[in-house]
């Protein structure tokens, strides 16, 4: 990782080598800052600057004036510089307004005429092309969006060419647990800069036709970075080009700020679980020599397993406050599943609601797999279908072997104890 830094007059310029990062401190309140690639060979057509910033954000322009349509400003921004003349150097603007050093990563790649242009047919964005990625997260769900591509030669961007010529790849890399340092930070995200490196390192999550929707939804794990990444493919002329990466912990870093990460901790969420997995082992041995304690249980279980997601998906409710309402409805839920247990006393009917959190439990484990990334269930319609199928099969076959929802009941503490430690 090499660059040259000198001065001209009143502004700092930063020559970056094409196609190698360069780490590097920005000084507080230093504006107009140039970001320049020389010795470009000439069939380079167009350059991707990006800036990644983890605590604070950057403004990036196309011009010293900071038009609007040609700047952006956030932590993992990036612009496109068509190269006019063939072999020229190109150049960018930074600017840091913040009172304080920002450490950055810096890079340029360089593409040719038959290389695809990552976001060339932005609609949504600021910018014609808009080559980064956008991320809205929650402590539940994750949405990054990007803009469509076009191709090289720049087709209209309606031209049924392009739409059937493109296709993107999504890829998705996790951090270590609780590693919220500057150094895993910027070392993730070098993996994700250039298409060999994303391929490699990261997780490919979907492919996506050009006519498909942009924006998509992960899980978000606070405290837990992850970075998304995008692959462009240009599936006539075999080429491909790599969109500005972004990562996310689901909570900010900076201390003192509105859902920072300091300020998160799941301890009702490990109470409850520890909980609920001592009352596993409990049922596990001893369920049937208290079968209305069991009734009880699995009702509670399974408005539990209903609850969470509902409310964190629909409501704005705090992790805890969704917590305490799941166990408050749980718990109703568990006496109403006595009362038919007493009222009806039939063995059978006492056994589907087992069979059944038993089944949702191993359908969560089956979608977490590669299986629930598969395109034909990203339709909401077929992963619900899916998913109920296998809790439905699950709930058949094993109503003769209710006693393994104690060791569901178990592996969910295991699964908890487990993600809490890696």
Same mark, same amino acid.
């Given at each position: 990782?090499?660059?040259?830094?000198?001065?001209? @007059?009143?502004?700092?310029? /930063?020559?970056?080598?094409? $196609?190698?990062?360069?780490?590097?401190?920005?000084? +507080?309140?230093?504006? @107009?800052?140039?970001?320049?690639?020389?010795?470009?060979?000439?069939?380079?057509?167009?350059?991707?600057?990006?800036?990644?910033?983890?605590?604070?954000?950057?403004?990036?322009?196309?011009?010293?004036? /900071?038009?609007?349509?040609?700047?952006?400003? @956030?932590?993992?921004?990036?612009?496109?510089?068509?190269?006019?003349?063939?072999?020229?150097?190109?150049?960018?603007?930074?600017?840091?307004?913040? $009172?304080?050093?920002?450490?950055?990563?810096?890079?340029?790649?360089?593409?040719?005429?038959?290389?695809?242009?990552?976001?060339?047919?932005?609609?949504?964005?600021?910018?014609?092309?808009?080559?980064?990625?956008?991320?809205?997260? %929650?402590?539940?769900?994750?949405?990054?969006?990007?803009?469509?591509?076009?191709?090289?030669?720049?087709?209209?961007?309606?031209?049924?060419?392009?739409?059937?010529?493109?296709?993107?790849?999504?890829?998705?890399?996790?951090?270590?647990?609780?590693?919220?340092?500057?150094?895993?930070?910027?070392?993730?995200?070098?993996?994700?800069?250039?298409?060999?490196?994303?391929?490699?390192?990261?997780?490919?999550?979907?492919?996506?036709?050009?006519?498909?929707?942009?924006?998509?939804?992960?899980?978000?794990?606070?405290?837990?970075?992850?970075?998304?990444?995008?692959?462009?493919?240009?599936?006539?002329?075999?080429?491909?080009?790599?969109?500005?990466?972004?990562?996310?912990?689901?909570?900010?870093?900076?201390?003192? %700020?509105?859902?920072?990460?300091?300020?998160?901790?799941?301890?009702?969420?490990?109470?409850?679980?520890?909980?609920?997995?001592?009352?596993?082992?409990?049922?596990?041995?001893? @369920?049937?020599?208290?079968?209305?304690?069991?009734?009880?249980?699995?009702?509670?279980?399974?408005?539990?397993?209903?609850?969470?997601?509902?409310?964190?998906?629909?409501?704005?409710?705090?992790?805890?406050?969704?917590?305490?309402?799941?166990?408050?409805?749980?718990?109703?839920?568990?006496?109403?599943?006595?009362?038919?247990?007493?009222?009806?006393?039939?063995?059978?009917?006492?056994?589907?609601?087992?069979?059944?959190?038993?089944?949702?439990?191993? +359908?969560?484990?089956?979608?977490?797999?590669?299986?629930? %990334?598969?395109?034909?269930?990203?339709?909401?319609? %077929?992963?619900?279908?899916?998913?109920?199928?296998?809790?439905?099969?699950?709930? +058949?076959?094993?109503?003769?072997?209710?006693?393994?929802?104690?060791?569901?009941?178990?592996?969910?503490? /295991?699964?908890?104890?487990?993600?809490?430690?890696?």
């Amino acid at each position: 990782m090499i660059g040259v830094t000198y001065s001209t @007059g009143t502004s700092e310029q /930063y020559e970056l080598v094409a $196609n190698q990062p360069l780490l590097m401190q920005i000084e +507080a309140m230093e504006t @107009g800052i140039i970001i320049k690639v020389a010795n470009l060979s000439t069939s380079i057509t167009f350059i991707i600057f990006q800036i990644h910033s983890q605590r604070l954000t950057l403004t990036l322009s196309l011009t010293n004036t /900071y038009n609007y349509e040609s700047t952006v400003k @956030g932590n993992n921004i990036g612009l496109i510089y068509r190269v006019a003349t063939p072999g020229s150097a190109a150049m960018v603007y930074l600017n840091n307004t913040h $009172n304080a050093t920002v450490d950055v990563l810096l890079a340029a790649f360089t593409y040719t005429a038959n290389d695809p242009i990552p976001g060339g047919c932005s609609l949504e964005f600021p910018q014609e092309e808009a080559p980064y990625l956008k991320l809205q997260y %929650s402590h539940v769900l994750t949405t990054v969006d990007f803009q469509l591509a076009n191709l090289g030669i720049s087709k209209d961007c309606e031209d049924s060419v392009t739409k059937n010529s493109l296709e993107y790849d999504i890829y998705l890399y996790f951090l270590k647990q609780n590693e919220l340092g500057a150094e895993e930070y910027f070392s993730s995200l070098i993996k994700l800069l250039s298409i060999d490196s994303i391929q490699k390192f990261g997780r490919k999550i979907h492919s996506l036709h050009h006519s498909e929707k942009t924006s998509l939804a992960f899980s978000s794990y606070p405290r837990k970075g992850a970075a998304y990444a995008v692959i462009v493919r240009d599936t006539t002329l075999k080429t491909s080009a790599a969109y500005v990466p972004i990562l996310s912990y689901s909570c900010d870093v900076i201390e003192g %700020s509105t859902n920072s990460c300091a300020d998160i901790g799941d301890v009702v969420g490990t109470v409850v679980t520890f909980l609920i997995g001592l009352l596993g082992l409990f049922m596990c041995f001893f @369920g049937h020599r208290f079968f209305k304690t069991e009734m009880f249980f699995v009702g509670f279980l399974a408005m539990l397993a209903v609850s969470l997601p509902l409310f964190e998906l629909g409501t704005q409710l705090s992790n805890e406050d969704v917590i305490v309402t799941g166990i408050l409805l749980g718990v109703l839920s568990g006496m109403i599943w006595i009362l038919v247990w007493v009222c009806l006393g039939i063995p059978v009917v006492s056994l589907l609601l087992t069979g059944g959190v038993l089944g949702y439990l191993f +359908a969560s484990l089956i979608f977490f797999t590669p299986f629930g %990334s598969l395109d034909s269930l990203r339709n909401g319609v %077929s992963y619900s279908m899916v998913f109920m199928s296998i809790i439905l099969f699950l709930t +058949a076959f094993l109503l003769p072997l209710n006693k393994l929802v104690g060791n569901m009941q178990l592996s969910v503490k /295991y699964m908890h104890w487990t993600y809490r430690n890696n």
